[in-house]
């Protein structure tokens, strides 16, 4: 009982290290054959035919609006669309299963809790080691998107004032540049090889890709196709928006380093002083714990200490 949360946090740790483990046992080789050309050449390269690498690629970032909206596993399928990680609904039960197994084997040998409890913690150490897993790599994966997406910008405004039409625009960025950014302007190249118009290929690339930017993209295209004007022009003060935004997120994000550090060192300290108290005098609380208020407060207290979270994360979290 003394070490048992230490041993709750180390459990949760392990289960999540094994996700990673397991992922990079699975995909390492073509992960890093992925970096030097994206998941599109890859998969042309392999012998696959333009229709085929499309309804591939189409199946993968687009994912199934009926699995998204499944009560649990709903969120887990989204996550992975935006991570690009290929998993099927089934893939993902039967890894939320294994993994809180394993937190239970992890449990019944470890602690000393009673069977009911050890169940519950599994099945949430398992679906939530699982979440934030694929929401790393989800966000990791968007934040490589909107580091590139300037380049594509400025690589397509150099093709079109030498003379390229758009779809030859954004074909170069779809072999020049690396994935995400290359593989979802390839998709891009190839709805409008079968017919799709450009701008209702970019508005379905803003609905399955999480990025504002993206949309400004779509909706100046549009207006262009519409109304007309210099096309290249647009793009490059879009790409200049981009990157002076980007310049502006940086610098509020070190201003505001110290506020943000203080807010999670005052939301974690409550917590790592209640494991201390555990470890350094286990019978700290005796004398009290059987008080009728002891129970409501310590709920209280908890219930402040989450809100103390939220309000911290408002603080510091700036839009720009």
Same mark, same amino acid.
């Given at each position: 009982?003394?070490?048992? *949360? ?6 949760? $740790? ?26 599109? &050449? ?12 499309? !309804? ?18 709903? *969120? ?18 039967? !890894? ?6 394993? +937190?239970? &084997? ?43 997406? *300037?380049? @594509? ?5 150099? !093709? ?17 540049? !690396?994935?995400? %950014? ?9 709805? @409008? ?61 070190? $201003? ?9 060192? &005052? ?5 790592? +002083? %209640? ?20 129970? *409501? ?24």
């Amino acid at each position: 009982m003394l070490f048992q *949360p230490i041993i709750y946090a180390l459990i949760f $740790i392990g289960v999540f290290m094994m996700v990673e483990g397991v992922y990079l046992v699975i995909f390492g080789k073509t992960l890093k054959r992925e970096k030097k050309v994206n998941r599109r &050449l890859v998969l042309l390269q392999d012998g696959k035919d333009t229709e085929e690498v499309l !309804s591939i690629l189409r199946h993968e970032r687009e994912g199934n609006e009926r699995q998204e909206r499944l009560p649990v596993i709903g *969120p887990l399928v989204e996550m992975a669309r935006h991570a690009a990680i290929a998993i099927s609904v089934g893939k993902i039960a039967t !890894s939320l299963v294994a993994l809180s197994v394993v +937190a239970f &084997l992890l449990l019944t040998v470890f602690t000393g809790a009673v069977i009911q409890i050890r169940i519950v913690v599994a099945l949430i150490t398992g679906y939530a080691a699982f979440y934030i897993w694929l929401r790393g790599k989800a966000r990791k994966r968007i934040a490589v998107f909107e580091e590139q997406l *300037p380049d @594509a910008l400025d690589l397509m405004v150099r !093709s079109l004032r030498v003379g390229h039409p758009m779809n030859a625009a954004i074909g170069i960025v779809a072999r020049e540049m !690396s994935d995400p %950014l290359g593989t979802e302007f390839g998709l891009i190249a190839d709805e @409008a090889t079968y017919g799709m118009p450009i701008t209702d290929a970019l508005d379905r690339m803003a609905t399955r890709v999480p990025v504002h930017d993206l949309r400004f993209l779509s909706i100046a295209i549009n207006i262009q196709a519409t109304s007309g004007g210099n096309l290249a022009e647009i793009l490059e003060g879009l790409s200049r928006v981009i990157r002076s935004r980007f310049k502006l997120f940086r610098k509020i994000k070190a $201003i505001t380093a110290e506020a943000r550090w203080s807010g999670w060192f &005052l939301s974690v300290f409550p917590i790592i +002083a %209640l494991l201390l108290v555990q470890v350094v005098q286990p019978n700290y609380y005796d004398r009290v714990s059987d008080h009728w208020l002891f129970l *409501p407060g310590a709920i209280l207290t908890f219930i402040l200490l989450i809100v103390n979270i939220i309000f911290m994360r408002l603080l510091v979290n700036i839009k720009v």
